[in-house]
């Protein structure tokens, strides 16, 4: 097993104003000035508060099968379902992966949400979502070149709770990642804690790719790869 730590520095994700507005649903030029300042004061106030930390640790020992369209690895078995299993079958090797942007920004979405300042705390909540899959791209882009140095490529990274993998699968993931990096801890329900954290599963080997999310075989309309990156 090889482990990857990361520490992300906030401004090296890089988010916009406009990119949060356009999650947020507004258009290019549609949004309020008062919209447009609030994300812009979010932004700049996350750049401190956010702890952005990612790590990925490879498994070499992984059995797929076709029948029940699973992964095991290292003697557990995750049942990923059809869509994921067809994505990274062809995998010899797997990597998985956990990414947070710590507690505090979904400690205070949630204060301004008990406080009634909901439009402050639905900022709060959507600029942590975007910047913990922000930086989980940059996980992914730097495993993506260090597997290029072995002739290897990845494949997408999919997590519990998308493409039929069920949520409460968290369990057998973070039982294959004691003492993770990242400091995230998982609720008997399978919810991270932190709230803005990621975690999930990326194939690797010679014969796999990294695609353009192929949201046309999902029926997760929320998705957030669908609105991001379809």
């Known amino acids: 097993m090889n482990r990857s730590t990361f520490q992300f520095d906030f401004k090296d994700l890089k988010l916009t104003v406009s990119q949060i507005e356009s999650v947020m649903g507004y258009k290019q030029g549609e949004s309020h000035d008062m919209i447009s300042e609030l994300v812009s004061e979010i932004l700049k106030e996350a750049e401190t508060i956010c702890s952005m930390k990612a790590e990925y640790r490879i498994y070499n020992d992984i059995l797929f099968d076709d029948i029940e369209k699973t992964v095991t690895i290292n003697n557990l078995t995750l049942n990923i379902k059809k869509i994921i299993y067809g994505q990274i079958k062809k995998s010899d090797s797997a ?15 949630k204060k301004s949400m008990k406080d009634n300042d909901l439009l402050r705390g639905y900022v709060y909540d959507v600029v942590g979502s975007e910047a913990v899959e922000a930086a989980a791209d940059l996980m992914q882009n730097q495993m993506e070149e260090d597997m290029k140095v072995m002739d290897r490529r990845i494949t997408n990274r999919f997590s519990p709770g ?23 801890r998982l609720t008997p329900s399978a919810l991270m804690d932190p709230i803005k954290s ?29 609105r991001s990156k379809a």
């Not at 990621?198 to 669908?226: F, H, Q, W």
Request: glycine fraction near 10%.
């Open 95 to 109: 990597a998985l992966f956990l990414c947070t942007a710590g507690e505090e920004i979904g400690i205070r979405s």
């Open 162 to 184: 998308y493409c039929g993998w069920m949520v409460v699968e968290q369990h057998k993931l973070f039982d294959l990642m004691p003492d993770n990096f990242c400091g995230i």
């Open 198 to 226: 990621v975690s999930g599963l990326i194939g690797i080997g010679k014969n796999v790719e990294r695609a353009p999310y192929t949201c046309s075989l999902c029926d997760m309309k929320d998705c957030i790869y669908r």
